[in-house]
């Protein structure tokens, strides 16, 4: 009971006065009981440090081997006088068996460093789908149109504005429009019809801006959660854009919001086994094929959060494309909580009583995710902090778990030190709220998940390519900037990405924040005073 009690929080609503009932003309209140996100920084599981440690090592095998290969070579020097090493410079005599051993030696050390080290990955450029404006939805005109609609009861609606009124969205988010009429709109059509409509969009812009011709494409990646078609969404893109025969192409389905850093994940391995490639990603959503009309409030809160939203990446391991390309990827750290049943089940896509198909979110999500994040980050952490960070680190990590030395406080190393930018997907205003805390960042770190947030909602594994797209757009970005993207998602898993900025990005044209970048950063109201 004790364990359970950790993980909430409460906090005492105003609900004004109330107009009718026994209570009419008198100030009521409530008190909101909720889960929070556990503080996952003050507890570490060893096994992921040691896992971060072989990431780190893995690789690294001639950084042991040239060492000794100079640590051999030098004693070899040493061991001869001062008029041996001058009659050597002056008349060398070179004994063959050591000539041959040291040359043979040192071509064997490059062979394998070039031989184990990956290709350098880049991303050449990214475009993010911008719909229309006919498609903006405000706050009021989502519940009135919900209303029209006659698919909710006055209970749900009243439900879903209270969660949009907490929620961190603005007035000027994307529904489709089918969402919102009389008629069923969770039809392949419709389905279709919005795909059609994000993907072309993003990929016209990215072929554009990369002025790379569809043909030139080797590599191919679609994920998309909820809406798999056959042929799938892969295929409707080859067919689109006549894209070329032996083309590898790969559809990504139910991996929730984090498939966007899978999807960079198989592209980079893919990458790594076809030389001279171009890879594009894309990662996007469907609303209105999943588009809940129930009365299970679980269900309902998917309807107030998720908007319309699709980004398409091109990678590339040419080395010619690293003098135009934006990021070099440095890492990608995937942690996967699925072999736990409340991991498993904490968004679950299903039917309710009445055989309504819609996506369930626990109540456990905070703890479940805060859990999947304190793994991900501690595996991350031996690749990316500083030095000193990881002394300390390690040190306080010995005295209390080999030495038992319980007095000793834990250590938080301070990410900031190792990133200048954090992409954290903006799922929520609580979940960045709670996210900021833990980490330990400022409202500048934040900015960027929660402007996109307000300005473009919870557009799922997309959200991440907004956020870099607000940073370019304010011009944060800076060369030899380090950006840390972190997802989260349903089976549960948290992913990252780390990138570094290989160019300064001074001017951007095409960027779905141009038309309203001067505007942001703007002030959301605190969920607690609404």
Aim: charged share 25%; proline share 4%; glycine share 6%.
């Amino acid at each position: 009971m004790a364990r359970e009690q950790a993980f909430l929080s409460t906090e005492i609503v105003n609900q004004g006065v109330q107009e009718t009932g026994p209570n009419a003309g008198s100030m009521t209140f409530s008190v909101r009981v909720r889960r929070r996100l556990p503080d996952f920084l003050q507890s570490v599981n060893l096994k992921y440090v040691k896992l971060g440690y072989h990431y780190l090592i893995s690789h690294a095998v001639y950084l042991f081997t040239v060492p000794v290969i100079l640590l051999a070579f030098s004693a070899e020097i040493g061991s001869l006088s001062q008029q041996e090493l001058w009659r050597l410079w002056e008349q060398p005599q070179f004994d063959m068996t050591t000539a041959l051993t040291f040359s043979g030696a040192t071509v064997f050390m490059f062979c394998l460093y070039f031989m184990s080290r990956p290709r350098s990955i880049y991303l050449v450029d990214f475009a993010c789908f911008k719909p229309s404006d006919d498609l903006k939805v405000s706050k009021e005109d989502f519940i009135n149109m919900a209303k029209k609609s006659g698919h909710f009861e006055d209970a749900s609606l009243d439900f879903q504005k209270r969660i949009l009124d907490r929620s961190g969205l603005g007035e000027e988010t994307y529904l489709p429009k089918a969402v919102m009429g009389s008629g069923p709109c969770s039809t392949m059509k419709e389905g279709r019809a919005e795909a059609e409509m994000m993907m072309f969009g993003a990929l016209d812009e990215l072929f554009d801006k990369c002025k790379v011709r569809p043909k030139d494409i080797g590599i191919l990646v679609v994920n998309c959660s909820l809406f798999n078609p056959t042929p799938s969404l892969s295929a409707m893109i080859v067919n689109h854009y006549k894209m070329r025969g032996n083309i590898l192409s790969f559809n990504l389905g139910g991996m929730g919001c984090s498939a966007g850093i899978i999807s960079l994940d198989l592209a980079r391995d893919m990458l790594q086994a076809h030389p001279n490639s171009h890879a594009v990603v894309v990662s996007t959503e469907m609303i209105t094929f999943n588009w809940y009309t129930g009365t299970e409030r679980s269900m309902l809160m998917p309807n107030c959060f998720f908007r319309m939203g699709c980004a398409a990446i091109l990678l590339s391991n040419k080395r010619k494309d690293r003098r135009r390309a934006k990021y070099e990827l440095s890492h990608i750290v995937r942690t996967h909580k699925g072999a736990d049943e409340r991991s498993f089940r904490c968004v679950f896509q299903q039917e309710d009583d009445k055989r309504k198909k819609g996506l369930s979110v626990s109540r456990d999500l905070l703890e479940i995710g805060g859990h999947a994040l304190k793994a991900n980050i501690t595996t991350l952490g031996p690749l990316v902090l500083p030095v000193s960070e990881q002394l300390l680190f390690l040190a306080t990590l010995i005295c209390r778990k080999v030495l038992r030395m319980k007095h000793v406080k834990p250590y938080i190393p301070d990410f900031k030190l190792a990133f200048e930018h954090f992409c954290i997907h903006a799922g929520s205003k609580t979940i960045l709220d709670e996210l900021q805390n833990n980490l330990l960042l400022t409202d500048k770190h934040m900015e960027a998940s929660r402007m996109t947030l307000h300005r473009f909602g919870n557009t799922s594994s997309s959200s991440l390519w907004y956020e870099l797209a607000y940073m370019e757009a304010k011009r944060k970005i800076k060369n030899g900037d380090r950006i840390w993207q972190i997802a989260f998602g349903s089976g549960f898993k948290c992913n990252s990405a780390v990138w570094k900025a290989l160019r300064t990005v001074k001017k951007v044209d095409r960027n779905p924040w141009v038309d309203c970048i001067e505007r942001y950063p703007v002030e959301i109201p605190d969920v607690q005073k609404v």
